[in-house]
């Protein structure tokens, strides 16, 4: 099991910038994810990391705009957010899979997850 502590949201303007961290304990070396949901909507997923930090993944929409990556040796992981888009707001779910490697991009895929944070991107 891996316990999982996000930190970082909070309220933007559009073009403006926020990093998301999360801590992870417990069994840490696995891959990492990031997800959203809004009120009334599935939970989506935003981006993705292998434990290597080797193979990375993104939503289509994010691409250019995001970057995961993460520091195994203070086993956290981090959003950096770019020029954020009021579409963008949600509220933003650290999320650790059962392995190392990205076994997917569906909520299913992953078996931890960690309290969330609200991102408010204002127009």
């Known amino acids: 099991q891996v316990q999982l502590v996000e930190s970082g949201g909070g309220l933007v303007q559009a073009g403006g910038s926020l990093r998301l961290s999360c801590a992870a304990s417990?069994?840490?070396?696995?891959?990492m994810g990031w997800f959203r949901q809004v009120p009334g909507k599935e939970r989506q997923f935003v981006a993705a990391?292998?434990?290597?930090?080797?193979?990375?993944y993104y939503v289509e929409s994010v691409k250019g705009r995001f970057t995961i990556s993460r520091d195994n040796a203070k086993n956290t992981v981090y959003l950096q957010m770019n020029s954020l888009k009021p579409e963008d707001t949600a509220v933003y779910y650290c999320?650790?899979?059962?392995?190392?490697?990205?076994?997917?991009?569906?909520?299913?895929?992953?078996?931890?997850w960690g309290q969330g944070t609200q991102v408010t991107v204002s127009s």
């Open positions: 990391i292998s434990w290597s930090g080797l193979k990375i």
């Open positions: 999320a650790a899979s059962r392995g190392p490697t990205v076994a997917g991009t569906l909520w299913a895929d992953f078996g931890s």
């Open positions: 417990g069994r840490t070396e696995v891959a």
